[in-house]
């Protein structure tokens, strides 16, 4: 079992930054990729972006490209989401995602990821 605990999001206003950060303390935590993804009351959970084991490849939707910078300190058991720029739309509930295995072409896949965290709304609203 992987528990990830997610944290940092809050009420910002537009073109404010914001990082959230994701703690997997029980595990081996270089094993595993990890993602964000998000999701609006209503509408599906959306992928975010992801970053492969090593840290040495991410992705990221194209809604958020130049605004977000996904990262992981493998030392610490710890991923995280560097928000810049945030704009309305970014408003949801951000989950962080940790799985083993993943391919390259999948990593952008929710099917993918296996352990999921309990979320962290980020609101923007001036």
């Known amino acids: 079992q992987v528990q990830l605990i997610e944290s940092g999001g809050g009420l910002v206003q537009p073109g404010a930054s914001l990082r959230l950060s994701c703690a997997a303390p029980?595990?081996?935590?270089?094993?595993?990729?990890m993602a964000w993804f998000r999701q609006v009351a209503g509408q599906e959970r959306e992928f975010v972006a992801a970053?492969?084991?090593?840290?040495?490849?991410?992705r990221y939707a194209d809604s958020v490209k130049g605004r977000f910078t996904i990262s992981r300190d493998n030392t610490k058991n710890t991923a995280y989401l560097q928000m810049n720029n945030l704009k309305p739309e970014d408003t949801a509930v951000y989950f962080c995602?940790?799985?083993?295995?993943?391919?390259?072409?999948?990593?952008?896949?929710?099917?993918?990821?296996?352990?999921w965290g309990q979320g962290t709304q980020v609101t923007v609203s001036s």
């Open positions: 995602a940790a799985g083993s295995g993943i391919i390259l072409s999948s990593l952008t896949r929710r099917e993918a990821y296996g352990y």
């Open positions: 029980d595990v081996t935590f270089r094993r595993y990729a």
């Open positions: 970053i492969r084991e090593s840290g040495g490849t991410t």
